[in-house]
Structures are given as structure tokens and as C-alpha cells.
């Protein structure tokens, strides 16, 4: 046997408010309520006033006549039936007019909840439909029209300007720049070139581009958005958990405790049977806990959806109240706290020649190459408009470095170890400084020879992310209370790059394995760890933290699956975001919780002694439970303090 104040519905985005059972059911109720009062007023017959109320009655109670006698069916107690059996109590005695306002203040109520939680759950829903039901798709040659369920991998669609996507694929022509708020939350649209991944449901600029589809219609990263979002409902808090175990218990007590104040009213207080009766039924409505059952999912419900609509996707109230509760944070360095790739920092030109020789010379050899320092060597290039030289031949020097013929010399880019041996040349004095002191500073450098000079050298670093000490002052002022850095990195490097941060501990060299074992150590010390990682490499460290919360998910299947909470773009701004929103909920929670308990506690001993009578308890039941429901949608409108 469970109780539940199962307000649940079927919801559209713009669902017309005077379609909705309950309040329609409301007005009719109103109606008829009113013309049999002003009938009894002015002296009409019995049978009247007597047809008008119970037609009023009727319409009022219907819904939720059905909707009890759906759970009872399921042997289950709805504290809805607390709320019909106290209606059909006042009719036994021929309380015709208190049994027609409780129906009318309950319809009324759960209308108005109704419309509350629907506006939290429509916010889910919106995101599903963002994504086109159509494509334009070229197939030989040929464009036309399908649906996105027929598109198949490798299918070419064309996006024209100011179009949304339909489809998650690559770009294979032209260039754009995409409004990927939906599924990110960012705020500036991002630049998409040929090889730029892009997403369903985004806005195309003012770019005409085609997309190799690389995702069925059923895949994107939209679609398992909102299917992960809808699932986490099903994913109760702690706090959702423990209110559904106190209503299984107390709505059978409620219930059966009716007969008993019966009886002690009639015995030790000389009721009539009809007075107690009636007393009874309004103690029996303010008891019925409806405002607590709903305090904690509306809640987390519209925490959920405007985390969703910000591109932060939280996996369930139990992982948006863990969040809440966090007390220490651990990062993963690379790809976390950095930004993952290696960027140039410095060029250092040898005697006799330029900056621009330097670059022109290295875009030569790396720029064929998919290593990540020969990437950063074209990015640099690009940036500073760099043409390379011509280039005759080239030849990849396994853990080397890449060599080549220019200007009928040979040419090498190599690690600074590779000269002065093997018949390579040797670095001068002076650079050979320079480049201990790049070093010192947690540099990797590069060294570029030509023929029988050597030409210079390049410094590169992966780079902190923009605005991270920010991001980190941020948490501490939420409450954080220790951050903490995890890397497989040497220690001199990770401290060169966490010392200015404000970032409290650092354990370096660490394997995957003895991450874990760090977080565990952090949890006895701590508590509550959340700890923030790629969601590929750091999977095991997700999974053992209090909240494991992934960054990038946009790019991976796996940082979805295997973390709490993900940070749906590359963007760690979103982490106070996240956390300050996770805070406020629980604060929601709780202060819903106190507003049903206090109500709850309050109407019993009130009704009890005669105070407030049925048809007043049940404006206050019913107001508790409006006021539970719209106070949990201002969480809609939660946005992070920069």
C-alpha cells in the first residue's frame, strides 16, 4: 500500500488552461454553487437548491472521484481520497453547500498546481521540440525534403541560412557561425568551419553549409538530452524519498483515525453525531499531507528543467540535492582546468633571423602532421598570417621530431634533446638558456634548424582556461570549501599552473586508479566531493564521487552516461551555475517542506477544537499546496551571480 498526491497530466507547451479537467470542472462547480445559494436566499423550493448544489457537487468531485478510485484499484491510498471521503461526509449529513465548496476549493487547487508543475515539466519538453522534423537532403545530386527519421549516417543535408539543424553532423561545406544555446547555454554564437561538429536543434547563422549526418534522428545529442532529462524524474532525492515513506504510513493513520475523533467528540465533548461528523472531516482535511507529497519534486522538477535550458543536464533530484550538499571539489587538470591542447606562448628567433622565418619554417613541416604541437605550430600560423615556406620533401622522425627539404637544405623541427647528437646541430649557448628558462616554466619547446643554422625555437603550453580563477573565487564564495587539482602531470607543472588559480591542494602523478583512491580519501575528510573531469579518462572517478560531473558532453556519449551531472559545453562557467542552483533547490525543498509541515500542524489541532472550520481548512490546504507548487517554479528564473 503507497500513498500519492498524483497530480500528473499530460501536458502540451501552450496547453489551454480552461481545458484542464480540474479547472474547468472548477468554474462548472462555481456556477451551480453560487445559483444554489442565491436560490436558498431568495426562498426557493428544497429540490432546487438542494439539485443545484449536488449537481455542483457532482462536477466538482468527478475528476477526483475517478482519480481515487484509479489508485485504490492499485491498492494504493491517494491522499486525494482523504479529500473525497471528508465531501461525501459532509453530503451524509446534508452539508450539501460545505461538501460543494471543499470539491470547488480542490478542484481549484490542483488546477492551479497543476498548471505550476506543468509550466516546470513544458520546460523539458520544449527542448524536444526544437529539432525539425525535416531535412533538406541531397542525395545524387538531387535535393528534396525527408523526414529525420529517414536520414541515415553519411546522409549530406544543407542548412540554409538561419535555418535550425535538424540533425547532429559534421560540416562538410562553407562556414557559419551556429547559435548552440539550446543545447549549451552559450550565449555568443560559435564559429563552425569545414570538420565542425554540429547539433540538432541549433541555429545556423548567416552561412549557407551542407552536413555529413554522422547520427540518426534517435541519437543526437538533443534527443538523448531530453530522454535523460525525462528519465531523471524517475530519480528520487533523499528528501523526495523519505516523504513518500511518511505519506505510506501516515495517510492509512489519518484515515482510520477518523472514527476515533467521532467517538471522543460524541463521549467527552456532548457532539452530536452530525457536529462530530463534520468536525471530523475537517480535521481529516487538514490533515491530508497534498502540499508535502508535491514540496520536493515540483522542485526538483523545475531545478532540473532550468538546468536543462542552461546546458547543464542533472541526472536526477538525488544528484541535484548531492550537489547542493558538496563541500570539496576535485578536478582533473588537463581538459578541465586547462583547455586540453597545447597553444604556442612564445617564438624565439636565433640570431640572423625573424620570428616570422621561425613560424614560416615550422608551418612547413607540421603542417601536414596531427600531433598536437604540430597543431598548435598551424593554429599560431594561421593567427599570425603566416605562409610556409616551400617545402621539396618531409619525413616523420618516429619520437623525434619531422624533417624536410627546403630551399634544397634539410630541415628539422625536433625537441630541444635531439640536436647535438646524431649528427644534428648544436644549440647555441644563448638560445640554449632561453630555452632552460621556457622549460623552468612548464614549457614544451621545439627547435627549428635549416642546413647549417639553427633558425630558432618555439615555446608551447596548454593553456588555463579564460576566467578560471574567477570560476574558482566563485565557488569558494557558494561555499566551497576546498578545491583540489588531480593530474597525472609532474607536480612542478601542475604547481606552476594551480598556484595562481587558488586552488588549495595538489596531487600530481597520479594514475587513473589512484584517483579514486584520492577521492575516497577527500570523501572521508570531506563528506560530500563532486569531482569534475572529461567523463572518458576520469569515468572511475565520476562513478566514485558524491557527484561526478563531466565537461564537454556535447562531444562524448560517455561523459553522458558516466556522470551525475554534465556541463553540456566545453565550459566551466557553468560549475557555479550548477552548484548555486543545486544550493538554492535544497533551500526550495526544505522551505516547502517546513510550509506543508507547519500547515499540516497547524489545521489539525485548529479543526480539532473548532477554530477553523471545513470549508476554511480547506482554502488553507489547498492555498499550502498552490504556494508549495508556484514557490518551487521560482527556480525557473534562477540565474548565477557573475
Same mark, same amino acid.
Given at each position: ?7 500528473? &497530466? ?37 429540490? %432546487? ?92 545530386? %538531387? ?5 529525420? #527519421? ?90 523526495? &524519498? ?60 523545475? @531545478? ?47 640570431? @640572423?633571423?625573424? #620570428? ?69 646541430? =648544436? ?11 621556457? =622549460? ?33 573565487? &566563485? ?85 553522458? #552516461? ?62 499550502? %499546496? ?10 525557473? &528564473? ?5
Amino acid at each position: 500500500m503507497s500513498a500519492n498526491h498524483n497530480h500528473a &497530466r499530460i501536458a502540451s507547451p501552450n496547453r489551454n488552461p480552461l481545458r484542464d479537467p480540474d479547472l474547468l470542472s472548477a468554474i462548472i462547480c462555481a456556477s451551480f454553487l453560487l445559483a444554489g445559494v442565491i436560490s436558498t436566499r431568495l426562498g426557493a423550493a428544497e429540490l %432546487t437548491t438542494h439539485s443545484l448544489l449536488w449537481i455542483s457537487c457532482i462536477v466538482g468531485g468527478w475528476h477526483v472521484t475517478i482519480r481515487s478510485f484509479a489508485q485504490l484499484f492499485r491498492f494504493q491510498l491517494d491522499v486525494d481520497l482523504l479529500m473525497l471521503v471528508a465531501a461525501i461526509g459532509a453530503g451524509v449529513i446534508s452539508q450539501w453547500e460545505e461538501a460543494a465548496i471543499l470539491l470547488l476549493l480542490f478542484s481549484l487547487g490542483h488546477g492551479l498546481e497543476g498548471l505550476a508543475t506543468d509550466r516546470a515539466r513544458n520546460a523539458i519538453r520544449a527542448l524536444g521540440t526544437l529539432t525539425p522534423k525535416v531535412a533538406r537532403v541531397v542525395r545524387n545530386g %538531387t535535393e528534396q525534403e525527408l523526414p529525420v #527519421e529517414e536520414l541515415a549516417v553519411g546522409d549530406l543535408v544543407r542548412v540554409m541560412p538561419g535555418e535550425r539543424i535538424a540533425i547532429d553532423g559534421d560540416v562538410r561545406e562553407g562556414e557559419s557561425a551556429v547559435d548552440q544555446s539550446p543545447i549549451t547555454g552559450e550565449s555568443v554564437p560559435v564559429h563552425k568551419m569545414v570538420g565542425s561538429s554540429v547539433y540538432a536543434g541549433t541555429v545556423n547563422g548567416d552561412g549557407l553549409i551542407l552536413v555529413t549526418t554522422t547520427k540518426l534522428s534517435s541519437q543526437t545529442t538533443m534527443a538523448r538530452m531530453v530522454k535523460l532529462v525525462e528519465e531523471s524524474q524517475a530519480n528520487k532525492g533523499k528528501t523526495q &524519498r523519505m516523504t513518500e515513506k511518511f505519506t505510506r504510513i501516515y495517510t492509512p493513520i489519518v484515515l482510520v483515525s477518523v472514527p476515533t475523533i467521532i467517538f471522543v467528540l460524541m463521549t467527552f465533548f456532548s457532539m452530536t453525531f452530525a457536529e462530530a461528523f463534520l468536525r471530523a472531516m475537517a480535521v481529516l482535511v487538514g490533515a491530508s499531507p497534498c502540499a508535502l507529497v508535491i514540496s520536493t519534486p515540483s522542485a526538483v522538477l523545475a @531545478g532540473i528543467a532550468q538546468a536543462a535550458r542552461s546546458g547543464v543536464l542533472i541526472k536526477g533530484g538525488m544528484h541535484l540535492e548531492s550537489l547542493g550538499t558538496v563541500r570539496a571539489i576535485a578536478f582533473d587538470k588537463t581538459g578541465t582546468v586547462t583547455q586540453g591542447r597545447p597553444e604556442v606562448t612564445d617564438i624565439v628567433a636565433n640570431e @640572423g633571423s625573424t #620570428e616570422r622565418d621561425v613560424m614560416g619554417i615550422a608551418l612547413a613541416l607540421d603542417q601536414h602532421s596531427s600531433h598536437p604541437l604540430a597543431l598548435a605550430v598551424v593554429r599560431r600560423a594561421k593567427t599570425d598570417g603566416v605562409t610556409a615556406h616551400e617545402i621539396q620533401s618531409i619525413r616523420a622522425i618516429p619520437g623525434r621530431g619531422v624533417e624536410g627539404t627546403i630551399l634544397n637544405q634539410r630541415a628539422l623541427i625536433a625537441g630541444p634533446r635531439a640536436f647535438g647528437r646524431d649528427g644534428n646541430l =648544436e644549440i647555441p649557448n644563448t638560445l640554449s638558456d632561453r630555452i632552460k628558462a621556457l =622549460e623552468n616554466q612548464s614549457r614544451t619547446v621545439s627547435v627549428i634548424s635549416l642546413g647549417d643554422r639553427i633558425i630558432g625555437a618555439i615555446a608551447m603550453a596548454d593553456q588555463v582556461r579564460p576566467d578560471v580563477a574567477r570560476i574558482f573565487s &566563485r565557488l569558494k564564495a557558494l561555499g566551497i570549501r576546498r578545491l583540489i587539482m588531480l593530474t597525472g602531470d609532474n607536480a612542478t607543472v601542475a604547481s606552476v599552473i594551480a598556484k595562481p588559480l587558488g586552488i588549495d591542494e595538489v596531487k600530481a602523478e597520479l594514475l587513473p586508479e589512484h584517483k579514486i583512491d584520492e577521492v575516497r580519501s577527500l570523501m572521508k575528510t570531506w563528506g560530500s566531493v563532486a569531482m569534475v573531469g572529461d567523463g572518458v579518462n576520469d569515468a572511475p572517478a565520476l562513478a566514485t564521487a558524491t557527484v561526478g560531473i563531466a565537461m564537454g558532453a556535447t562531444g562524448t556519449d560517455v561523459a553522458l #552516461e558516466a556522470a551525475d551531472v554534465a556541463l553540456m559545453a566545453d565550459d566551466l562557467s557553468k560549475l557555479p551555475f550548477a552548484v548555486g542552483l543545486s544550493r538554492r533547490a535544497r533551500r526550495t525543498i526544505m522551505q516547502n517542506v517546513v510550509i506543508s509541515l507547519g500547515v499540516v500542524g497547524l489545521l489539525v489541532p485548529f479543526t480539532a477544537i473548532g477554530i477553523v472550520p471545513l470549508s476554511w481548512a480547506v482554502v488553507l490546504h489547498e492555498g499550502s %499546496t498552490v504556494v508549495v507548487a508556484f514557490n518551487a517554479l521560482r527556480l525557473l &528564473r534562477y540565474r548565477d551571480i557573475k
